[in-house]
């Protein structure tokens, strides 16, 4: 996003991700002390279905809510701001299809990673299908699953919708993704006083969005206790055992394109030495992750790439500052472990088709959601219901959302420094 519509992190982010894991904290702990206390009364399940469950799905309708608003305007302002200034054209070019295929690389190797290793996989098969069952039926008539969409090539052709106004208000989240990476390069090539306007008012609809999700996120200390408490009550111990399952794909997944992926890039696309690199970078990388924010991280990214790795400012500033929102490889491989544990943790077998749609999403994703906090929430949600697994299973995965962000955020930076290092070579800028 452009300086004036940058959205940083909010001043009481650290109090809320301390209440979020107090609610998860609280949430497991009662829920496993009724699982062992009380396993299947009746007081049990009337509090689930009458109290906590409903708590939860407000705060998920809530995001449903908002989530194609939100994707829209970013994914739309952040193809069109690739071509602002026109000078930087070509660099704005080398810069979406490097961001694309390095986004599709890093998915490809979550869900591969996820799927040779079954985190979420063992878990008692008939509490699966009570929670699926519950979940399903909570979700309806937010989403429709995938399950009952056409495939092959009439699926392919779903993806190009003939309305976007009806593929909004059915949720079709890749429909209204394709319309809105073709109506952001339809902004990129029309440069003009009306689409300047355009531009502004759509930058306005992401602002509002962003400011309304962050009023709903104060909200998940109450919905996370209710998610834990409603999974640790019907899962019990096995919980803890696929938690850990899960924080050791999603860190493995990360490793493997930060100390695997990057380096060949950087050796073979960029001819820049890896280790150079990560020495000269390493300023960045700490900011990165003792702050969890790409935008905080971002004068000290700016600072490096000028620096320390002598690139030219107009690249550099072009690239970073649109890769704060736009190349986002931790957000998009988070997003992608999370669909497809959980997915394993309910007993829902994806087909590759569904395993397709997952990348898909979590591509464009990579390129439009925000890159704040609660950013990619409200997509991990719907590509969940998407996919026919229950959304509140998101609660899960919260608890440990803070260590996993800062994580994610590093490589996300130095994701950003290596794509400004293969863009200045290729770009002919360098």
């Known amino acids: 996003m452009t300086a004036e519509a940058a959205i940083t992190t909010p001043p009481n982010h650290s109090r ?76 704005g070019l080398v810069t979406l299809v490097y961001t694309v295929i390095v986004s599709a690389i890093a998915v490809a190797i979550s869900l591969v990673a996820v799927n040779l290793l079954q985190p979420g996989a063992g878990v008692d098969p008939q509490a699966a299908a009570d929670l699926l069952a519950q979940g399903s039926e909570s979700a309806a008539g937010i989403v429709e699953t995938s399950a009952s969409t056409e495939t092959g090539v009439a699926q392919v052709l779903n993806i190009i919708p003939s309305n976007v106004i009806t593929a909004m208000s059915e949720n079709d989240i890749l429909a209204v993704m394709f319309f809105a990476l073709i109506f952001g390069i339809g902004l990129l090539l029309v440069q003009s006083e009306r689409t300047q306007v355009l531009k502004s008012a759509i930058e306005g609809v992401f602002e509002v969005a962003m400011k309304l999700i962050g009023l709903v996120i104060q909200m998940a200390p109450v919905a996370i206790f209710c998610f834990m408490f409603n999974l640790s009550a019907q899962f019990g111990w096995d919980l803890l055992g696929k938690l850990a399952a899960y924080v050791a794909v999603v860190l493995l997944a990360l490793g ?149 962000d800062m994580c994610r955020t590093t490589l996300n930076v130095v994701g950003d420094l290596v794509a400004a290092q293969v863009v200045a070579v290729r770009s002919g800028a360098a």
Request: charged share 10%; net charge positive.
């Open 16 to 91: 809320l991700q301390w209440r979020i894991l107090a609610g998860f904290v609280a949430g497991l702990a009662l829920g496993l002390l009724a699982y062992t206390l009380a396993p299947g009364a009746a007081w049990l399940d009337a509090l689930i279905t009458y109290v906590t469950a409903p708590l939860g799905q407000v705060f998920l309708r809530l995001l449903f809510m908002l989530v194609i608003p939100l994707l829209f305007s970013a994914l739309v302002v952040g193809i069109a701001e690739m071509g602002e200034v026109r000078a930087l054209k070509r660099i």
């Open 256 to 404: 493997l394109q930060m100390f695997g992926v990057f380096p060949l890039i950087l050796k073979f696309v960029a001819g820049k030495s890896p280790l150079a690199f990560f020495r000269e970078t390493r300023e960045a990388s700490v900011m990165a992750f003792s702050t969890a924010s790409s935008n905080a991280t971002l004068p000290t990214s700016l600072r490096v790439a000028e620096n320390q790795l002598k690139l030219p400012p107009k690249v550099s500033r072009f690239v970073l500052t649109i890769g704060a929102t736009a190349n986002q490889n931790g957000t998009a491989m988070f997003e992608g472990v999370t669909v497809l544990f959980l997915a394993q943790f309910f007993g829902v077998d994806l087909t590759l088709a569904q395993q397709g749609f997952v990348m898909l999403v979590c591509i464009l994703a990579g390129i439009g959601t925000a890159g704040v906090p609660g950013g990619s929430l409200p997509v991990i949600a719907l590509i969940l219901a998407g996919v026919g697994v229950p959304p509140e299973g998101i609660g899960l995965i919260l608890g440990v959302d803070r260590f996993l």
